[in-house]
């Protein structure tokens, strides 16, 4: 079974811009997280889709927002990018529950605001 | 609210010794827990997990975490370390939310 895959892998914006990462979740896993990694701040939950649904969010601003399709594939997207959101973007996918059910991660995206 | 405490940002051991990861959770209702590791310019792999039962948990590479509800602790261990075990370790709690230690670096001398 394919793992979670995550495009593009690297990416370098000007700061101002906006920019939109795609995550494709395991096959028949249905729940997709985002998360935000960097050195000062470590690993940051950002926001959880499941069935199309927003289900849980974090505390980040709203230039942070995402969205999930029928076939659970899932974009985030970023507007008036700053130089602090450069990071490691990460997605994970689950089965179903956000509690127990472990989450499967994806390479990543490393976002470069210059 | 729910936080995950990594003791240690860095931890150093000789191949062959025992690793020790410290975590600690605080959650006002016992959380699932997790500990994650991720190799450099990679995603994080689950290496175990505790839901319910058991309290001891095993998992993958010969890693293995208690649970203690008495010391809100859920610490990992390996009897002996490989020098493949140089990376960052994560522990993270989940109620409605995963939420991740700081992380432990782990390295392995020979």
């Known amino acids: 079974k394919a793992g979670v895959t995550q495009t593009p892998r690297y990416l370098i914006k000007t700061r101002g811009q906006q920019v939109t990462l795609s995550c494709s979740p395991i096959?028949?896993?249905?729940?997709v997280s985002w998360y935000q990694q960097t050195p000062g701040q470590g690993l940051q939950f950002l926001f959880e889709?499941?069935?199309?649904?927003?289900?849980n969010k974090g505390n980040f601003p709203g230039r942070f927002s995402g969205r999930q399709f029928s076939n659970s594939r899932s974009e985030m997207n970023v507007s008036t990018l700053e130089l602090g959101d450069s990071a490691l973007y990460l997605c994970?996918?689950?089965?179903?529950?956000?509690?127990?059910?472990?989450?499967?991660f994806g390479p990543g995206t490393r976002l470069t605001v210059t | 609210a729910q936080s995950v405490t990594q003791l240690g940002s860095h931890v150093s051991v000789s191949e062959g010794a025992l690793v020790l990861l410290r975590c600690n959770y605080s959650s006002s209702v016992p959380p699932y827990l997790f500990w994650y590791v991720q190799y450099p310019n990679q995603g994080l792999q689950l290496l175990l997990k505790?839901?319910?039962?058991?309290?001891l948990v095993k998992g993958i590479n010969g890693f293995e975490a208690e649970f203690k509800k008495s010391e809100t602790s859920f610490h990992l261990t390996k009897p002996s370390a490989h020098m493949s075990d140089a990376a960052e370790y994560f522990c993270a709690a989940s109620t409605d939310k995963l939420i991740f230690g700081t992380g432990t670096r782990l390295q392995v001398f020979p």
């Open positions: 505790y839901t319910t039962g058991a309290t």
């Open positions: 994970a996918s689950s089965l179903a529950r956000q509690g127990a059910d472990e989450q499967y």
């Open positions: 889709y499941f069935s199309e649904t927003q289900r």
């Open positions: 096959s028949g896993h249905r729940s």
